[in-house]
């Protein structure tokens, strides 16, 4: 059951895997300043000792954002196994997105706002407002050269900019 407890409790986990790059942390924190409900339903994750097990990105923008409390939900009697376990599930990201239902139902702008990123064809990560200024992009996965060269061919016949890549 979360619980709203004082941000100064709440220790930092130092062996978590993840960060967060200044842009992106920069919109966390203007997300939760905007919408802070959201942080009783998606509460940090704390041990019995109050160390962060999920969600140390979230108390950082907290902190930045100026709050004095925090929702949190504190597992009890967890093995070592099991909260590092715990911190590497809950950043794993297995779902995709239905890009269909995205264009069609938000914009563009708040999307790329609340942080959505889209990977435009390099090893980069872009923000999805910067993708869309530029040109838009599709990856296609083919079974073998032969089909990627007729497909290749098709594709550049039909009058669209086409770039073999070999990953």
């Known amino acids: 059951m979360p619980k709203k407890v004082k941000i100064n409790t709440l ?5 978590n895997p993840r960060f967060i790059k200044e842009n992106k942390f920069k919109k966390l924190v203007k997300s939760i300043k905007e919408f802070p409900e959201m942080l009783e339903k998606r ?8 160390i962060v097990l999920g ?7 907290c902190k930045d954002a100026g ?4 929702w949190i939900e ?3 009697d967890w093995t070592e196994k099991q909260k590092r ?3 590497i599930k809950d950043n794993v990201g ?3 997105w239905d890009w269909d239902i995205l264009g069609n139902e938000y914009s563009f702008e708040e999307l790329a706002e609340w942080g959505l990123d889209v990977t435009t ?4 990560i872009e923000d999805l407002s910067e993708a869309l200024i530029t040109d838009l992009k599709i990856e296609i996965t083919v079974n073998s050269e032969d089909e990627q060269e007729q497909l290749f061919e098709e594709l550049s016949k039909r009058g669209y900019k086409c770039r073999v890549l070999t990953l």
């Open 43 to 50: 509460p940090i994750i704390v041990d019995e000792n109050m």
């Open 67 to 70: 709050f004095k409390e925090v």
């Open 74 to 76: 504190q597992v009890i």
């Open 85 to 87: 376990e715990f911190i």
């Open 121 to 124: 064809g390099s090893d980069e």
């Open 55 to 61: 969600g140390n990105m979230r108390l950082r923008a």
């Open 11 to 15: 220790i930092k986990n130092t062996d």
């Open 94 to 96: 297995f779902g995709e």
